[in-house]
C-alpha cells in the first residue's frame, strides 16, 4: 500500500525513499553535516476579535471542536503521548473524526501506545490515511505489516519539535490531552485526576498548529496557574469526563530490574562513570526510566554519596529515585522532560528546582543549542548495536518495527553516552554485523556496557585512558562480538522485503534509515 | 527631517500619514474592524551545530557580541525597559555600536527613559535613524522638535508584541538586560543586584529576533532557573559590572498620592465600582503604580475586606500594597506584567501565586483572546479626555510628546475602563472637545472619574443604572466640562504644525493618530 519512491543511498550507505508522503527528503548527510534553510513555520495572524471577550472558549463535545475548527478531510491532526497508555482523548478524538465523515487524516501523535490499537479501525476505513510518530505495539505491527496507505516516519522528540518548526509537518488542529485547564486554554498537568507533570510534548503543536483544542476533565476558573500551555494559542476547550486511566498515565511505584544480569550491567556503568573520571562535583547525567536505567542510577547515587559529590542538573524522566536524590542534595536540579511516578508529579508540582522543559529546551537541533549536549553522561538502551557502535532502537533483529525514538536519538549528544544492554535477547547476540534499523550513528556512542564486558569507542581515546589501570572489564566490541558469536551462532537474517514502511529520521530533519515490511 | 507622506483621514477623522518610515500604513478602521492577513513572522531556522556544545556562548564585551552576531548599518536593534530609569545597558550597547562606526540604526526599545538621553549624541551622530518605542522625557522632547530623521512610532505594550508577531518589525538584533544569567544564554529578572522581578516586555524580542545577545551582571552556572528567557534563544552572553542602578530600578517603597483631590478621585473610583455591584466576589482589577491608582487600590482593598470580597485575580504593575492584598488572601493571584518594588520582586520571586506574564499573555491583539479583555475593572490614567470619552496619554495639551503609551491601550479592553483624572492640570481643564492626540477611542472608555464628578458613558446604561439611587456626584460630561471651562476659562489652543514627527498605533497595527511639530 504504501507509496513507490526512488530509493537514494545515503551517507550511512543506507537506502532511504527520496519522497516520502509526498514530500521530497533529504537524504542524511552525516552528524551536523546539513545546513537547513529558510525561516521558521509561523501559524496565520489571529485576532482577539474573534475569540470571545470573557475568555471562555468551551464547546460542549470534541464533535463541537473539531466542527469549531473546521477539520476537514487530509488534515494533519496531532496529540501528545504524556498520558501514556492511559491516554483517553486521542481515541476519543478520532471516534469523533469518524463520526464527523472526516477522511485521510495524518495523525501526529507525539508517541502512540498499545491502547491506541482503537485507531486500527480508523486506519482500515480511511479515517486515518497514515500515521507519523512513533508506534508503540500494535500500531507499530501493523505498519510493519505494509498496511498502512503511507509511510510510517518515526522522529526523535527534538526531531518532532524541528519537523514542526521547520514546517516540514504542519499541523492543522492539535488535540491537547490536559490534567488541568481554564475555559481560556491555559493548562498543565500537575493536578487532576489524570496528573502526569507536564505537557512538554504537546508545547510545539500548541503554539505552530492551526487550530488547538484543549481536552480536560479537571475544568478550573482561570487563570489556571502554571500555564504549561498558553491559552493564547488555544482556539477551543472541550471538558469531558476523563481524559485517562490514571493507573496506567503513571506508577506509584518503579520498578528496578531484579535481573542478576541486568543488575551488573547497571553497576558496571556506573562504575565506569566513577573510574572515568565523570562522577565529580557539578557533573550532570541523564538516565532513562527502564529497570537498568533506574538501577544505574542507584548505583550511580551510592558512589555519589561515598565520595561526597553533588550533580549540578540530572535531566529526568522522573521518578522516584530521581526526586530523592533532590530532595537529599546530591542533585541541585531535575530538569524534567516526563514524570514517570506519582513522586515526580508531586516533585514538579511542589519543588521549583524540579524544573518542567520540552523538546525545544532540550532536544531540538534546529536551535541555538539545546540541553542534550551538555549533559555530561547519558545511558540508554537500545535493540542492537553493531561493531562501528551504530545502534538500533526502533525494530528487533527480525525487522519488526516495535518501538519509537523517543528522546534517544537527541541524548546521543552528550559528551559521553552510553549504552547499557544485555549480551543477548532470547538467545539472539545484541552485537552485530550491521544493525537492522539504523537509529544512531556510531561516532555518537562511545560505550557499549553489557553483562561480559564494556566496549569502548576506540574514538574516545581519552575515556580508554581514564579506566586503564581499573578493574573493569573493558574489551574489544570485536572480541565481545565474537564470544557472543560462539556461544549462539550467528542467527540467520530474516530476507528483507523491498517495500519501505516508514523512515527513520535523523535529528535534523534528513533521512537515516527506512524500516521495511515484514512477512 | 521627518520623511513627508500624504496623510489620509482615518475612521475617527484623524489625519495620519499613509506611510512610516518607508512603510505602507493602514489607517485606523475602528474597534474591532482590521482584519489581519498573513502568517506570524519568524525567525531564520539555525542549528545547533553553530553553537557551542558545551552551551557556553559567552564574549568579553558588547562589542564583541555585536561583531560576532554581524551588526551592521540600518539594522534594528531592541532593547527592554524593566531597569526602568535605571538602566545602562541601552546605553552601553549604543556606545558600544558607535564604537564600531555603525550608522542609521532603529532604536526599538519597550520605552525609553530620561537616562537614555545618552542616546541623543547617537540620534545627532547618525548611529541612531530614529527610535520607534515610547520616549519618556528628552528624547520625546527631542523627537517633538522635528529632529528625529524618521518617525516616531508609539505603540502599546500589546501593539509592540502584535508587530514583531507580524512582521511590521523586525528585529535584527536584541540586547536583553539580564538581572541573572547562565553561559547559555537562560535569564531571569528574579534575583542580583539589579532584579527587576521579570523581564516580559523583552519575550518577544527573544522569539522573534534574528539575533538575541544577553548582558549580565549576575552570571550563574546553568541551569539559570526560572529561564524567563530562554537559552535556546539566545546567540551570545556577556558579563558586565553592572546593568544598571538598582535604586532607579525599582524603589524600596511606593509613594500613595498626598493631594487632597487625587485621594478623593480615589475614593470616588472605588466607591463607584462598589455601586456599579464590580466588587462581587471572584471578580478582577488592575491598577497602575501611580499616586492616584495606588489610592484607588487602598480604598478598594478597604472595602472588599468589609465586605468580605476575595478578587480571582488583579494585574499587576505590583507593589506591596497589592502583594499585601495577595498574603493576606483577599486576591488569589497577581497577574504581573512589572513589578514597581522590592516587595513585587520577592513575591514573584517566592510566592507561585505572584505569575509573570508577558505582553502576549495579556495584551497582544493578534492572538487567540488576551488576559486584558478578561479583566472587571481597569484604573487609568490620561493627559487629557474629550466629550466623547476619547483620550490622550502621549502628549500634553501644548502638543508636546512627553509619555509612552505602555499598557494603557490594550486594558481599554477591560469589562470596565475609568480614567481617573483631576479636573485641571496647570489650570488646564483635562476635559476638551477634542483631545490634542488620540490614543483610546471613546467607546472603549466607561468612566471618567475627577474630584468635581464622575461622567459614565452614555453606552454604559448599565452602569448608570447600577449607580443611580447611589451618593455618587455621577454628572454629564458636557456639564462636568462647561463647570471646568467657566472656571478657567477654555485656553487658546497651540496652533499645530503641518509636519508629523511621530504616530500612535493602535493595538492592532493601524495608525489611530499623529504626533505633529511644536515649535
Same mark, same amino acid.
Given at each position: 500500500?504504501?507509496?513507490?519512491?526512488?530509493?537514494?543511498?545515503?551517507?550511512?550507505?543506507?537506502?532511504?525513499?527520496?519522497?516520502?508522503? &509526498?514530500?521530497?527528503?533529504?537524504?542524511?548527510? =552525516?552528524?551536523?553535516?546539513?545546513?537547513?534553510?529558510?525561516?521558521? !513555520? %509561523?501559524?496565520?495572524?489571529?485576532?482577539?476579535?474573534?475569540?470571545?471577550?470573557?475568555?471562555?472558549?468551551? +464547546?460542549?463535545?470534541?464533535?463541537?471542536?473539531?466542527?469549531?475548527?473546521?477539520?476537514?478531510?487530509?488534515?494533519?491532526?496531532?496529540?501528545?503521548?504524556?498520558?501514556?497508555?492511559?491516554?483517553?482523548? !486521542?481515541?476519543?478524538?478520532?471516534?469523533?473524526?469518524?463520526?464527523?465523515?472526516?477522511?485521510?487524516?495524518?495523525?501526529?501523535?507525539?508517541?502512540?501506545?498499545?491502547?491506541?490499537?482503537?485507531? $486500527?479501525?480508523?486506519?482500515?476505513? =480511511?479515517?486515518?490515511?497514515?500515521?507519523?510518530?512513533?508506534?508503540?505495539?500494535?500500531?507499530?505491527?501493523?505498519?510493519?505489516?505494509?498496511?498502512?496507505? =503511507?509511510?510510517?516516519?518515526?522522529? %526523535?522528540?527534538?526531531?518532532?519539535?524541528?519537523?514542526?518548526?521547520?514546517?516540514?509537518?504542519?499541523?492543522?488542529?492539535? +488535540?491537547?490531552?490536559?490534567?488541568?485547564?481554564?475555559?481560556?486554554?491555559?493548562?498543565? &498537568?500537575?493536578? #487532576?485526576?489524570?496528573?502526569?507533570?507536564?505537557?512538554?510534548?504537546?508545547?510545539?503543536?500548541?503554539?505552530?498548529?492551526?487550530?488547538?483544542?484543549?481536552?480536560?476533565?479537571?475544568?478550573?476558573?482561570?487563570?489556571?496557574?502554571?500555564?504549561?500551555?498558553?491559552?493564547?494559542?488555544?482556539?477551543?476547550? +472541550?471538558?469531558?469526563?476523563?481524559?485517562?486511566?490514571?493507573?496506567?498515565?503513571?506508577? #506509584?511505584?518503579?520498578?528496578?530490574?531484579?535481573?542478576?544480569?541486568?543488575?551488573?550491567?547497571?553497576?558496571?556503568?556506573?562504575?565506569?562513570?566513577?573510574?572515568?573520571?565523570?562522577?565529580?562535583?557539578?557533573?550532570?547525567?541523564?538516565?532513562?526510566?527502564?529497570?537498568?536505567?533506574?538501577?544505574?542510577?542507584?548505583?550511580?547515587?551510592?558512589?555519589?554519596?561515598?565520595? /561526597?559529590?553533588?550533580?549540578?542538573?540530572?535531566?529526568? =524522566?522522573?521518578?522516584?529515585?530521581?526526586?530523592?536524590?533532590?530532595?537529599?542534595?546530591?542533585?541541585?536540579?531535575?530538569?524534567?522532560?516526563?514524570?514517570?511516578?506519582?513522586?515526580?508529579?508531586?516533585?514538579?508540582?511542589?519543588?521549583?528546582?524540579?524544573?518542567?522543559?520540552?523538546?525545544?529546551?532540550?532536544?531540538?537541533?534546529?536551535?541555538?543549542?539545546?540541553?542534550?549536549?551538555?549533559?555530561? @553522561? @547519558?545511558? $540508554?538502551?537500545?535493540?542492537?548495536?553493531?561493531?562501528?557502535?551504530?545502534?538500533?532502537?526502533?525494530?528487533?533483529?527480525?525487522?519488526?518495527?516495535?518501538?519509537?525514538?523517543?528522546?534517544?536519538?537527541?541524548?546521543?549528544?552528550?559528551?559521553?553516552?552510553?549504552?547499557?544492554?544485555?549480551?543477548?535477547?532470547?538467545?539472539?547476540?545484541?552485537?552485530?554485523?550491521?544493525?537492522?534499523?539504523?537509529?544512531?550513528?556510531?561516532?555518537?556512542?562511545? +560505550?557499549?556496557?553489557?553483562?561480559? #564486558?564494556?566496549?569502548?569507542?576506540?574514538?574516545?581515546?581519552? $575515556?580508554?585512558?581514564?579506566?586503564?589501570?581499573?578493574?573493569?572489564?573493558?574489551?574489544?566490541?570485536?572480541?565481545?562480538?565474537?564470544? $557472543?558469536?560462539?556461544?549462539?551462532?550467528?542467527?540467520?537474517?530474516?530476507?528483507?522485503?523491498?517495500?519501505?514502511? !516508514?523512515?527513520?529520521?535523523?535529528?535534523? /530533519?534528513?533521512?537515516?534509515?527506512?524500516?521495511?515490511?515484514?512477512?
Amino acid at each position: 500500500m504504501a507509496e513507490k519512491a526512488r530509493l537514494v543511498e545515503n551517507a550511512a550507505g543506507r537506502l532511504v525513499p527520496e519522497v516520502v508522503n &509526498g514530500r521530497e527528503q533529504t537524504p542524511y548527510l =552525516g552528524v551536523g553535516k546539513f545546513r537547513p534553510e529558510g525561516r521558521k !513555520a %509561523s501559524p496565520r495572524i489571529v485576532t482577539c476579535a474573534d475569540y470571545p471577550e470573557d475568555g471562555d472558549k468551551q +464547546v460542549p463535545t470534541l464533535r463541537d471542536a473539531f466542527e469549531k475548527v473546521g477539520l476537514a478531510d487530509g488534515m494533519v491532526v496531532s496529540t501528545h503521548h504524556h498520558l501514556r497508555n492511559g491516554d483517553a482523548v !486521542a481515541n476519543m478524538a478520532f471516534d469523533a473524526a469518524a463520526g464527523l465523515g472526516v477522511k485521510d487524516l495524518m495523525w501526529f501523535p507525539s508517541a502512540s501506545f498499545p491502547v491506541h490499537a482503537n485507531q $486500527l479501525r480508523h486506519l482500515e476505513s =480511511g479515517v486515518i490515511h497514515h500515521i507519523e510518530g512513533s508506534m508503540n505495539g500494535p500500531l507499530g505491527d501493523y505498519c510493519s505489516q505494509g498496511k498502512m496507505r =503511507g509511510l510510517g516516519v518515526l522522529r %526523535s522528540h527534538g526531531g518532532r519539535w524541528q519537523a514542526i518548526q521547520d514546517g516540514e509537518v504542519h499541523i492543522d488542529v492539535a +488535540v491537547i490531552a490536559a490534567p488541568t485547564a481554564d475555559p481560556f486554554g491555559n493548562a498543565h &498537568g500537575l493536578d #487532576g485526576p489524570a496528573a502526569c507533570g507536564l505537557l512538554g510534548f504537546a508545547l510545539a503543536d500548541s503554539i505552530f498548529a492551526e487550530k488547538v483544542i484543549v481536552v480536560t476533565d479537571n475544568l478550573v476558573p482561570f487563570p489556571c496557574i502554571p500555564w504549561q500551555i498558553q491559552g493564547n494559542n488555544v482556539d477551543v476547550v +472541550v471538558e469531558v469526563d476523563s481524559i485517562g486511566d490514571p493507573s496506567k498515565i503513571v506508577s #506509584g511505584t518503579t520498578r528496578i530490574t531484579r535481573s542478576p544480569d541486568r543488575l551488573r550491567i547497571a553497576e558496571l556503568a556506573a562504575r565506569f562513570c566513577e573510574a572515568a573520571g565523570i562522577v565529580r562535583d557539578g557533573f550532570s547525567f541523564q538516565a532513562g526510566a527502564g529497570g537498568t536505567s533506574l538501577a544505574f542510577a542507584i548505583y550511580l547515587r551510592d558512589i555519589m554519596r561515598s565520595a /561526597g559529590v553533588t550533580a549540578r542538573f540530572a535531566r529526568g =524522566g522522573s521518578n522516584r529515585y530521581l526526586v530523592e536524590m533532590l530532595r537529599d542534595g546530591l542533585v541541585e536540579y531535575i530538569l524534567d522532560g516526563q514524570t514517570f511516578d506519582l513522586d515526580g508529579v508531586r516533585s514538579m508540582r511542589e519543588d521549583p528546582r524540579h524544573v518542567n522543559t520540552s523538546p525545544f529546551t532540550s532536544y531540538n537541533y534546529h536551535g541555538k543549542g539545546n540541553f542534550a549536549s551538555m549533559v555530561d @553522561v @547519558v545511558v $540508554l538502551g537500545a535493540t542492537e548495536v553493531d561493531v562501528e557502535f551504530n545502534a538500533n532502537v526502533v525494530t528487533h533483529s527480525d525487522g519488526r518495527l516495535l518501538h519509537g525514538i523517543g528522546g534517544w536519538q537527541n541524548c546521543l549528544a552528550a559528551r559521553t553516552t552510553m549504552l547499557l544492554v544485555p549480551s543477548f535477547r532470547d538467545r539472539i547476540p545484541v552485537i552485530v554485523d550491521r544493525v537492522t534499523t539504523l537509529c544512531g550513528p556510531g561516532e555518537l556512542i562511545d +560505550v557499549v556496557v553489557t553483562e561480559r #564486558g564494556i566496549a569502548v569507542n576506540p574514538r574516545r581515546q581519552d $575515556l580508554l585512558d581514564a579506566v586503564r589501570g581499573s578493574d573493569l572489564p573493558v574489551r574489544d566490541i570485536h572480541d565481545l562480538k565474537a564470544e $557472543l558469536d560462539r556461544l549462539c551462532g550467528v542467527p540467520s537474517r530474516p530476507e528483507r522485503s523491498d517495500e519501505p514502511v !516508514a523512515v527513520v529520521k535523523w535529528v535534523d /530533519g534528513t533521512v537515516l534509515d527506512t524500516v521495511w515490511r515484514v512477512g
